[in-house]
C-alpha cells in the first residue's frame, strides 16, 4: 500500500519561501503523475501543480504560475513544491496526491492516494 507522507510546511511571511516534500513509501516507484493540492479553510481543495511520471511535463494553477515549481525524484520516490513570493492567499494545508491511471495532469482521472497534509501559513 502507497503511504505519501507530507513535510516542509511551517510559518512564512510574505515573500518568503518554503519547499514541501512529498514522500512515498509502499512503493518501488510511482509510474504516476504527483500532483499538489491545497485547501484554505473554508475553501473547497484546490488543485495547483502536477508533474508527470517522467518529470517532462508539468502543470499549474494560474495563480501560482512563476511562484511555485514542482519536481519529483523518481530514485528517491520523493517530489516537491518550491514555493517562492509567498503571499497570505497561500494560507493552506498542501497535500500531494498521486493515483494508478495515466492521464492528465489536471482530474479525471482523480488523484486518489493522498498524504496527511502540511499546513502553510503566510502573514501579510
Known amino acids: 500500500q502507497v503511504h505519501l507522507v507530507e513535510s516542509g510546511g511551517g510559518l512564512a511571511q510574505a515573500g518568503d519561501s518554503l519547499r514541501l516534500s512529498c514522500a512515498a513509501s509502499?512503493?518501488?516507484?510511482?509510474?504516476?503523475?504527483i500532483a499538489w493540492f491545497r485547501q484554505a479553510p473554508g475553501k473547497e481543495r484546490e488543485w495547483i501543480a502536477a508533474?508527470?511520471?517522467?518529470?517532462?511535463?508539468?502543470d499549474y494553477v494560474d495563480s501560482v504560475k512563476g511562484r511555485f515549481t514542482i519536481s519529483r525524484d523518481n530514485a528517491n520516490n520523493s517530489a516537491y513544491l518550491q514555493m517562492n513570493s509567498l503571499k497570505p492567499e497561500d494560507t493552506a494545508v498542501y497535500y500531494c496526491?498521486?493515483?494508478?491511471?495515466?492521464?492528465?495532469?489536471?482530474?479525471?482521472?482523480?488523484?486518489?492516494?493522498w498524504g496527511q497534509g502540511t499546513q502553510v501559513t503566510v502573514s501579510s
Open positions: 508533474i508527470s511520471w517522467s518529470g517532462k511535463s508539468t
Open positions: 509502499g512503493i518501488t516507484r510511482i509510474n504516476y503523475a
Open positions: 496526491a498521486t493515483r494508478t491511471k495515466y492521464g492528465s495532469l489536471t482530474e479525471p482521472p482523480p488523484y486518489d492516494i
